[in-house]
C-alpha cells in the first residue's frame, strides 16, 4: 500500500470580491499548509472499482467524497483499468474550514499518480483538482500561496515567519455555501492582502500578526456565536493574533515562542474538544 499525507491549510487572510457569472466568488486569499494531517492509503484492485474506507464514519464512501471524485477522474481522464482501495485516516476535523476533504483529494491525486504510473507533472495534477474542488489546486502544491480566480488560481510565495498555530473547532458544522450566500460584500471590512503579501516577503512577524483578515467571519459569526467566543478566548489566552480560518468555524491563534502554547491550549480545551497545537510546513511540494 502507497501512503500519503494530507495537511490541513489555514487562510491568513480571506477576502471576497464579487460575485461571478457563473454563481461563484471571485476570491483573493493567503493560505498556508499546517502539520495536522490525514493519512491517505491507496492500493491498486483488480476490480476496477474505487473503494474508500474510513477511520471517520461521518465521511461519505462514496461519489461525494473528494478523494474518490478524484480517483474517478484519473480513470475518465487517462482510460485507467484498475481500481483502487483508499484509506482515509482523519486526523483533520471534519466541515472545519482546514481544507480536509480537499487535501484528501490532493493526496490521492499525488499519489495514485505514482502508483499509476501516470508521470504526470504537479501542474498538471494541480489543473485536474480544479475540476474536484476550489482548494484541491492548492492542496496539490501545499506551501503558501496567494490564491485568486474560485481559489484555484495559484501563486507561489513566501512562507511565514517560524511560529506555532493553536486550533480550536467548536462541536458545529458550518455550510461553506450558506456563509457565502449571506456574505453582504459591500458591508464588511475587507483584509490588507498586499500588506500580508508584504510582511511575509521581508519576514515580518508583527506585521503579518497585523495583517490576518476573513470577510467570512462577517457571517459565521452572527450564525454561530460559540466561534465568537473561541476567538474572544484564544486571544484572552495569549495569542498573537487569531482568525477563523475559511468558513469555519475553526479558530486558529498564532504564537511565536513555545513556551506560550500549554497556556492556550489548556485554556481551549476547557470547552472546545478539538484543539491541536502544530508548527507551520511553509514549504511547497514537490513530486520527488
Known sequence: ?????????????????????????????????????????????NDGNIHIISSNGFIPSDSRNLAYQAAQLLKDTYGIKEGVTITIDKEIPIAAG??????????????LNELWNLNLSIDTLAELGAKVGS???????????????????????PSPPPCWIVLAKPKIGVS??????????????HPNTKQMLNALETGDYDLMCES???????????????????KEQMKRFGADAVL???SGPTVFGIVDHESRISRIYNGLRGFCDEVFAVRLIGERNSLA
Open 135 to 157: 482548494d484541491v489546486s492548492f492542496c496539490v502544491y501545499g506551501g503558501t500561496a496567494l490564491a485568486t480566480g474560485r481559489g484555484e488560481k495559484i501563486q507561489n510565495i
Open 212 to 230: 490576518v483578515g476573513n470577510v467570512l467571519e462577517s457571517v459565521t459569526f452572527k450564525l454561530h456565536p460559540e466561534v465568537v467566543m473561541i
Open 1 to 45: 500500500m502507497l501512503y500519503v499525507k494530507a495537511p490541513a491549510k489555514i487562510n491568513l487572510t480571506l477576502d471576497v470580491l464579487y460575485k461571478r457569472p457563473d454563481n461563484y466568488h471571485e476570491v483573493e486569499m493567503i493560505m498556508t499548509t499546517v502539520d495536522l494531517a490525514d493519512r491517505i492509503g491507496l492500493e491498486n484492485r
Open 98 to 111: 482546514l481544507a480536509g476533504g480537499s487535501s484528501d483529494a490532493a493526496a490521492t491525486l499525488k499519489g
Open 244 to 246: 477563523m480560518s475559511g
Open 176 to 189: 461553506t455555501a450558506q456563509v457565502y450566500g449571506g456574505l453582504s460584500i459591500d458591508e464588511v471590512e
